[in-house]
């Protein structure tokens, strides 16, 4: 038997409204929360985005609206041994500096860890190259790279070992491992700093336990530090990857790309051509060509490096 | 910025008096020079733009190179307010964020209402600006006429699309001892001779050097020298590419030659390098703007090197007569300007004899005028370190010769495709044919 009940107030149950319900919802509430983060996603970071890779794919220049080329400006690039070696430059320069600064990085995380006198000090100073804007650092290297005034080729003539300046920055090899020595310089503090955080993470009775079961220093670092700092070192080399490639100041300022195009990366290759050059769809077209890079190196750190069995010691 | 009181006090008393000496802007005056003969140094036709009802400019300009230049230049907007009440607000950008800064002006049709820009900057959006024939006409003819580089730079199928302002000069500065001692008494005037003088300064220690990096204004310079001395183009007349021809491949083969006998490291070289490399007396030969001459002249420390500073100009090549780059800037009025009028006359009080002449002279041989009445200007003939720049508007070429103006010239340069060309040919990277041959295939893409 069903019963029906009867409503014994005359005034009718007044519906409440869309913001009302959407605050008492849960989802609604979420969502709520969500949206101005969502907003400035969609202004600052989608749109963009879009709007970039949609000028990919037309002729646009400074000043004036382009029409849809498809993928002409790829097959363009393609086709483009400037962009191809800006493409190789790229790599290397990520790669090599990448790997230096996660290992010298490290190194120096383990020493700082350790009980130093002024330990606070150093620290804090450790951070003086990542803090100093990018554009002074790269005029105190652009000085110490000159091809007249290089202090290192000063100390090196004075003490005879060599009879002329190094000509650092206008040999393509020399000038390759030149940005890469500013960039390690630059981008150490960060991997340290972050590795640092890390490792004071890492209890020290487990340590302490491997040390009584008799592991070595090599031992405890490669069974107990490391695997539980592995998704530290993800994500702070996630990042300084990123960097790395899209790196754009350092170059700017010591060589604009030069000498011969030895030095251009992707990032410096796409602005030459897009803002001086006002090829817009061009250079978006080769900032485009970037995303892929970034997202393997993404996917190869979130899936490669954060994997549980490694975490644990038996991978 | 905008030209007040405290910026005005700034410049030299003579230039803030010079509102007082120009007198009023009154249509009556204006008629009467209107109706009088156009004799040199006479304002031209002013009654044809009289500022409308409550009008405001804004110029966005270059970030001045020589203070005095912005000092003047300022006085003679500050007198043109004073005449006629046009508020004009200048805002500076430094010298290379004016065309994207200006091309995005143009494009959304908002932002500054004059923009004082490089080379070929108003091709890009000739359709957004103001045709200013009427001006430039009247400014041609009260003036001694326009350099033919220069008004090329302004015109567009005919019509004056932007008014010249002026061209940065570029000169060999060279130590006057070290090219004696080298066996030089007078400097060569043809690209063999200057060859050879490069050699014997090799061989005493005291070298040349010239930009093969990525220096956008010396870098540019020296490439386009080296091309058109030797009868180069990168285009012909029909905006076809025309860059793989005996004469670049004779032009490379003169780099190779003159490259072999510079300072080591010039494929790095940016635009600051040439300098510092030669007031450090590390190099005896450059070619630069007057700045360079300044830089010593400022420092008494440099006093010996200033007082050994010759100037003179590139040598000529096998083409026969001297053509060089040079930056130049013009001023362009967007169509978005709501007064046109009062930016007309404004640019027509700037170029006025005595405000133009102002303000050539305390740009210290920097600017090299646009109006060959300018050529009789005393700071020409005050300095012989300021001669060889006299000639810049002279012997200017135009960007991207012989084909036209536009995108694809401004792209080729901003890409750096000859100064790559030539750097790496002279470095050995790519064989003088195939850096031409890669040269073309970058030209083409901009010429399509």
Redesign the interface.
Known sequence: MSSTSVRTDDAPRRRPGLLTRMIESRNGLGFLFMLPAGIFLLFFLTYPLGLGVWLGFTDTKIGRSGIFVGLENYRWLFDDPVFWLAVFNTLFYTVFASVAKFALGLWLAMLLNRHLPFKNFFRAIILLPWVVPTVLSAMAFWWIFDSQFSIISWVLMRIGLIDQPINFLGDPWNARWSVIAANIWRGIPFVAISLLAGLQTIPQSLNEAAAIDGATPWQRFTKVTLPLLTPIIAVVMTFSVLFTFTDFQLIYVLTRGGPVNATHLMATLSFQRAIPGGQLGEGAAIAVAMIPFLLAAILFSFFGLQRRKWQQGND | MTIDRRTLLKGSAAMAAAGALIGPFGASRAAAQAAAPAAPGAAPAAAMFTPEEGATLRLLRWVPFVKGEEEAWNANTKAFTDATGVQVTIDQESW?DV??KA??A??VGSGPDMVMSWFDDPF??PD?LVEVTDLCTALGEAHGGWYEGLAAYGQQDGKWISTPLCAIGNAVCYRDSHVKAAGFNEFPTDTDGFLALCTALKEKGTPAGFP???A?GDGNNYAHWLLWSHGGMTVNEAGEVAINSPETLAAIDYAKKLYATF????????DI?NN??FL?G?VSLTANGVSLYYAAMKDPAMKAIADDIRTTNLPVGPVGKPVELHQTSTISIFSHCKYPNAAKAYLEFMYRSENMNRWLEAASAYCCQALKEFAANPVWTSNPIHAPYAKASESLRVNGYAGPLG?AS??AM???VLV?MF??AV?G?RTPEEAIA?AER?LQ?YYR
């Open positions: 290379e065309r994207p091309a995005v143009a494009n890009q959006y957004k093969h990096g990525k956008v300072i080591p490291g010039t494929e790095s070289w940016l390098n510092r490399a450090a590390e995108p401004a792209g901003a890409d750096y790559d750097a790496e470095t990277q890669n970058r893409r």
